[in-house]
């Protein structure tokens, strides 16, 4: 079963149980208040019944006290307004104190009612009695009160009305509240399946958004609500930032497995040239008869050359895997003016001839010390590769960051190579005859990046590259 009809039939149910209890309380009130009613009506009719007969008796207007003879007519009693009066749907009859009939409006014998003996005796001792019977097959309220002078118990009179009116029309309330129930009750069915449906689209939605994910591999879907912002339209938000997580998941996920199959080609490319050097080259160590003497210290020179960018290369590759693994590097405070310093000493000791100039304030960063000068000899490296101009290292303080530029003053970098110089292994055509393997800046972005800086490179054609590092500074 559906929520949609359990909500609907529970919907239903609680709301035909308060119906339920709403009719029987109307009824029930209905009921005691018409019963109260037709009571007082009674009651008040009597006192004046009451006084007209014993004001009768008072003028000597015998009515018999014994039971041989027939009960008298009303007609016989003096022309008194209480007689007159008397509704026709009200039953009056006048007993003696020992319950036989002494009167009533056609004197008749048969026109006795009902009196059980409790009720007589509660008559006898002055009380009144109510009493419920049924006279000519209709369901009759009986009113017993006794008539009494100088605290005797002359007479009984009996005022009766017939509920049949009462009973009709509680029951055409009841059957009119049934019908107004059910028609309420069936009305609530189908607005509650309406209202429902329309309650729970948004979840019909998610799962349909969910079914074509699973069929089409797709996280770009989302669940299109425009409802309140209510526990529906939460959940619809939370489902669609879950599939937007998922989603940039699965695309960081795909782009790492493009970059895994990429490095993998990459370095299969890389490793493929002095491998194959080195195996021909042992293929002639192995010539019989052997190779001239020179020739073999050629070889052997050629061998331990392509044996060192092997080296190089694994290095390399081993730098990008732990910075690709995530590898913690600690976070402390630098000071950047001595590693600078450093640095710009080791990199005159490449070239001699070259200009590396420092001009550097005495700053602090937050970072790991290795990194940092790693990142900056690959900066260097790249400079003096790339140009025979003097290299100008700067670092000054920019809001609560250090900024540390790399600037050389060479030819530059083509538009659509400078867009990819941070890409593995990719060099552009003006340096494919210089040494290295493309890996030095994607290796400097891993590690700036990996304590928390940020790196770019600047070029314009016949003014030279800069590269821009930007670490936080320590907090005071």
């Not at 008040?44 to 014994?66: C, H, K, T």
């Not at 939460?234 to 970059?259: C, G, I, P, R, W």
Request: charged share 25%; aromatic share 6%; with cysteine.
């Amino acid at each position: 079963m559906s929520i949609r009809l359990r909500f609907t039939l529970l919907y239903s149910v609680i709301l035909a149980v308060i119906l339920l209890f709403i009719g029987l309380a109307i009824y029930g009130i209905l009921s005691s208040v018409t019963y109260l009613a037709l009571q007082d009506d009674l009651r008040r009719s009597s006192f004046g019944l009451g006084e007209a007969i014993l004001s009768a008796n008072s003028l000597n207007v015998q009515i018999p006290l014994v039971t041989d003879r027939p009960p008298r007519s009303f007609s016989d009693f003096p022309e008194d307004r209480p007689f007159r009066d008397l509704r026709e749907r009200e039953i009056v009859r006048i007993l003696d104190p020992h319950g036989n009939l002494l009167a009533s409006p056609q004197g008749r014998v048969e026109d006795a009612l009902p009196l059980d003996a409790n009720g007589l005796s509660q008559l006898q001792n002055g009380h009144e009695w109510w009493q419920t019977a049924t006279v000519n097959d209709q369901t009759t309220l009986i009113y017993n009160r006794p008539l009494t002078q100088n605290g005797q118990t002359l007479y009984i009179l009996q005022l009766a009305r017939s509920l049949e009116e009462r009973n009709r029309s509680l029951r055409f309330f009841g059957l009119s509240f049934g019908g107004l129930s059910l028609f309420i009750i069936v009305t609530a069915l189908g607005v509650g399946w309406l209202f429902s449906g329309a309650l729970l689209r948004p979840i019909a939605q998610i799962t349909q958004t969910a079914q074509t994910i699973g069929q089409e591999r797709n996280f770009s879907h989302r669940v299109r609500y425009r409802g309140p912002r209510d526990e529906v339209g939460k959940l619809a938000a939370t489902f669609n930032d879950m599939l937007a997580q998922l989603q940039d998941a699965y695309e960081k996920v795909a782009h790492s497995l493009e970059m895994q199959r990429n490095f993998v080609a990459d370095v299969s490319h890389e490793l493929r040239t002095p491998l194959t050097t080195l195996r021909g080259n042992l293929g002639l160590l192995r010539r019989q008869p052997p190779i001239p003497a020179e020739e073999r210290d050629d070889i052997l020179s050629d061998m331990t050359d392509e044996s060192d960018r092997l080296i190089r290369l694994v290095n390399d590759l081993l730098v990008l895997a732990r910075s690709d693994a995530g590898r913690s590097l600690v976070k402390e405070p630098v000071a950047i003016l001595p590693v600078l310093e450093e640095t710009c000493r080791q990199a005159r000791a490449l070239d001699p001839a070259r200009d590396i100039r420092l001009e550097a304030e005495d700053l602090s960063i937050m970072g790991d010390r290795d990194a940092f000068k790693q990142v900056l000899l690959i900066g260097l490296d790249n400079a003096l590769k790339h140009s025979d101009s003097p290299v100008l290292v700067t670092a000054y303080r920019n809001g609560n960051q250090a900024e540390i530029r790399v600037q050389d003053f060479g030819p530059g970098i083509p538009p659509e190579t400078l867009e990819h110089v941070f890409d593995r292994f990719y060099r552009g055509e003006d340096s494919l005859t210089l040494p290295g393997f493309g890996l030095g800046l994607s290796i400097a972005k891993s590690l700036t990046e990996s304590i928390g800086g940020t790196i770019l490179m600047e070029s314009e054609a016949g003014m030279g590259s800069t590269l821009m590092l930007s670490f936080f500074l320590k907090e005071d």
